[in-house]
Every structure is written in C-alpha cells, then in structure tokens.
C-alpha cells in the first residue's frame, strides 16, 4: 500500500508564494510520473504539474512561468514551487503518482492540501 502526504498549503496574498511537498511511504515504488492536480469548489479536478522519472515535464497553460515541479526519485518526493500566486489558484492540490504496470496506468493520491490566495 502506497501514501502520499501532502504539506505546505495555507493562505498566501495575491502576488506571493508557496511551496508543496508531497512524499510517498509504504510500499514505495518507482513511479513512473509524479505531478499535482488541484480542484476549486464547483470545478473539476485538473493536472497543474507532472513530471517522469527521467526529468521531463508538462505544466497546465493558466501556470507556465510561475510554477515549477521537481522531484527527488530515490525518495519519491515531489515538490511544487508556485510564485506569483492568483486568486484563481486557490484550490485543493492534490499529489498524485503514477505506475505502469502491463499497459496499465495505476495511480495513488494524497488527501489534498488547501491553498487560498487572497487579494
């Protein structure tokens, strides 16, 4: 069994900054992709960041340039630095891992942590 936990959120003006944190324990495995998702009251959930096991990376268009994902393999510890915060991206993050496993995508999340920016 895999967990995920999740830290760093909080409540961060307009303009600002926060850094999330996501590692993984149990039953650890070499994931394929790490990345964050969010979800915003009444929206669905959406892809913010992700990034493979050989470095490469994919950000949502709404945060190029301000948000930058990284990851630690050996620890499956994945971080979100996001600067320049917006109202628009308070949400509930999510952090996510990703397995293939025989053409088979399986996934494990973490509970969420709120980020709420506020003007």
């Known amino acids: 069994q895999v967990q995920l936990v999740e830290s760093g959120g909080g409540l961060v003006q307009a303009g600002g900054s926060l850094r999330l944190s996501c590692v993984a324990s149990?039953?650890?495995?070499?994931?394929?992709?790490m990345g964050w998702y969010r979800q915003a009251p009444g929206k669905q959930r959406e892809l913010v960041a992700v990034?493979?096991?050989?470095?490469?990376?994919n950000y949502a268009d709404s945060v190029k340039g301000r948000f930058t994902i990284s990851r630690e393999n050996p620890k499956n510890t994945v971080w979100l630095q996001m600067n320049s915060l917006r109202l628009e991206d308070t949400a509930v993050y999510y952090c996510?891992?990703?397995?293939?496993?025989?053409?088979?995508?399986?996934?494990?999340w973490g509970q969420g942590t709120q980020v709420t920016v506020s003007s």
């Open positions: 990034i493979t096991s050989g470095g490469t990376t």
């Open positions: 996510n891992a990703a397995r293939v496993l025989a053409a088979t995508v399986v996934n494990y």
């Open positions: 149990g039953r650890i495995f070499s994931f394929n992709a």
